[in-house]
Nanobody
Framework: HLMESGGGSVQAGGSLRLSCAAP????????MGWVRQPPGKEYEGVAA???????RYADSAKGRLTISKDNAKNTLYLQMNSLKPEDTAMYYC?????????????????????WGQGTQVTVSS
């Protein structure tokens, strides 16, 4: 029930905004987040937001990526600015029912219970 959109190809320094349609997740007791998998590499937790709006970021994301949610629209967002080639990855929206708790830093894979299908982000130099 999680569906990502907004991926694409951009040049380094550009911006993208990812969206995740998440009915039933954004305004209840779920931690929601974005997890990415670069080609040939392990999953990496990028950003997370708890049900009370507290945000968590991986060091690689701080200052450039911003997670937010709109409870009225049941949508999770990831605003990505100053993109780098190393941001190239499949980006997944993820969720776990955990009250107001989210791991810090954001968990990479096995902590999450619900996943979307992913959206590809490619950053060229």
């Amino acid at each position: 029930h999680l569906m990502e959109s907004g991926g694409g190809s951009v040049q380094a320094g550009g911006s993208l905004r990812l969206s995740c349609a998440a009915p039933g997740y954004t305004s209840s007791n779920y931690c929601m987040g974005w997890v990415r998998q670069p080609p040939g590499k392990e999953y990496e937790g990028v950003a997370a937001i708890s049900s009370d709006g507290t945000t968590r970021y991986a060091d690689s994301a701080k200052g450039r990526l911003t997670i937010s949610k709109d409870n009225a629209k049941n949508t999770l967002y990831l605003q990505m600015n100053s993109l780098k080639p190393e941001d190239t990855a499949m980006y997944y929206c993820a969720a776990r029912r955990s009250g107001t708790y989210c791991t810090n830093p954001p968990a990479p894979k096995y902590w999450w219970h619900y996943w979307g299908q992913g959206t590809q982000v490619t950053v060229s130099s």
